[in-house]
């Protein structure tokens, strides 16, 4: 197990870093020069050359790629273009909100997908499994950004009844302000018991979260079918129901359990494509999260901006599969000799 | 973007000798829903091809903007509404059709001539060789999905041609891994045994005998591809990094219409529409295809 874990960690890391040098020589094909776009277009001469410098970008590339190197182990990841602040506060200012978006999303999607898996492949081919199927397959077919679209004209526009935009209604700064606890808005406003900005928090996060989840849910509720009714086959079915114990519990409780494993395996992927979900969610919502920022870093060719982005939600898909392998590892032992 | 990697080769377990398209053909004509995928291929494919005498003011689905027809609502005259440029909603969402499937289409090819020769060698030759194909495609596949290629046509800067470039970027390790798995499961078989014990050279065994028989995945592969590219080129151009005003791309149409969208909302809903269905319509197929063939999810 110990020897498992060193070679998985090993891998990661080797991959992080080969995804370091693709990122990096990725910046350098920009067409356009970084020192313009930082210095702004009406910089005289001696001010862009200056800029130049100060980025580094008079020097050859070896040199160039080391000093970036440098700066991405030692936290020092440069100032965005755009906003002229270090990446990593601007980053670190909006990762709680994208984080809490996330979270509710998959945990719907979790919740949701794997409960119409489990009803699908009670009787497979069924009229039911059917329509759990197209349900699923749809998920995984709609263009978010559409879905969101659509939500904000029926639940807003139509029946008026969920705010359009944004994380919390701007009055909540002023009339109940939320204590930073965590750090996460909505679960400080949880724990610190402050109803009105939890209740606001919460109607604002619906929407977002159910257009994020369509992908996901679908996927999760495409495996859980199949691996229900891989369960479904095997003796120790056989022998509950044998034994008389109701329907219900044997598929609810014992088939459920043994069915969940391969779910998890594609809850990190899953996961993955909800984060670049975020991108244009988060757009459609005005969510003030990563993923609005990293659109607008790609707009405007931001590129530590950019790296910083890459590279982070990379690591985080990287940490999400080493946990999701770790955990498959301890629930199976072949896991770990492959 | 399914995985290819977690599912089994396909050599392994179908019968060789039978024709990749009767295959696939006998597949689809069992599931009533592949069938509803394959009207609605059928249809994009149509549109596509015959869009410009199909749709009722081709002209203005290329973009020729009206200011007097600004906005108005679906009706008898206009299907879709008109945009708010004046152009008829539902000529832009034929007239779109076509580069919605070239650009498909082109990645497909593309992401497949790159892979399908890597993975094929990858598996057919083991070794060293493998392991260094199998380390690099590993790395393009730890980028979460789309944001190589958000990246990709951020630097490359912003056209449907480039968006179509970045996603072959970062969608060929897929077809690399899937030929892999196919030629490694292939090479022990007896007829290539015998091919290479009788002294036909590598580069004949390769395209005759590995990727001959490999060739029913890489059409499902591919099938399920093209949908999930086209959603991929319509999310990247809603956020700016794809087609470019006036093309008549879906996801762009979309973006368009999104500040008008609680007054003239038919300007952003049929174009998301179109999109979805196209998408839907492929995954239905693709979703029946991979149902038979992976025996993890074999209806009993």
Known sequence: MTLFLLKRVGTSAIVLFSLSVIVFLLTRLIPSNPAVIYAGPKARPEELARVTAELGLDQPLYLQFFRYLGGLVTGDWGNSLATKRPVLDELALR??????????????ALVVGVILGVIAARRPGRILDMVIRFLSIGGVSMPAFW????????????????????????????????TSVTGFPLLDSLLTGNWVAYSDGLAHVILPALTLAAYPLGLIARMTRASMLDVAEQDFVFTARAYGLREGLIRWKLALRNALPPTMTIVGLAAAYTLTGTFYVEIVFNWPGIGQFAAGAMLAVDYPAIVAITMLSAAGYLVANLVVDIVQARLDPRARLS | MTSASGVPPLAAFVPLGERPFTRIRRVLARDPMAMVGVAIVVLVLVLALFGQWIAPYPEQGLGSPRPSLRGLAPGAEYLFGTDQLGRDVLSRIIMGARPALLISVFVVLLAMVIGIPLGAIAGYRGGWVDQVLMRVTEVFQSFPPLLLAMVTVAILGPSLVNAGIALAVSWW???????????????????????????????????????????????????????????AAGALAFIGLGAQPPEPDWGLMVAEGRGLIFTQWWISTFPGLALFVTVLGFNLIGDSLRDIFDPRSVKR
């Open chain 2, 173 to 231: 390790p897929w077809y690399a891994r899937l030929v892999r798995a196919e030629a490694q499961s292939l090479r022990g078989r007896p007829f290539v045994e015998a091919a290479r014990a009788i002294g036909v050279p590598t580069w004949r065994i390769i395209p005759r005998h590995i990727l001959r028989n490999s060739l029913t995945p890489i059409l499902v592969q591919a099938t399920v591809d093209i949908g999930s590219v086209v959603l």
């Open chain 1, 95 to 108: 990762t709680p909100a994208t984080l809490e978006l996330l979270a509710v999303a998959m945990l719907f």
């Open chain 1, 147 to 178: 879905l969101g679209l659509l939500l904000q004209v029926f639940f807003v526009g139509a029946l008026g009844i969920l705010p359009a935009t944004g994380q919390f209604s701007t009055e909540i700064k002023y009339l109940s302000p939320i």
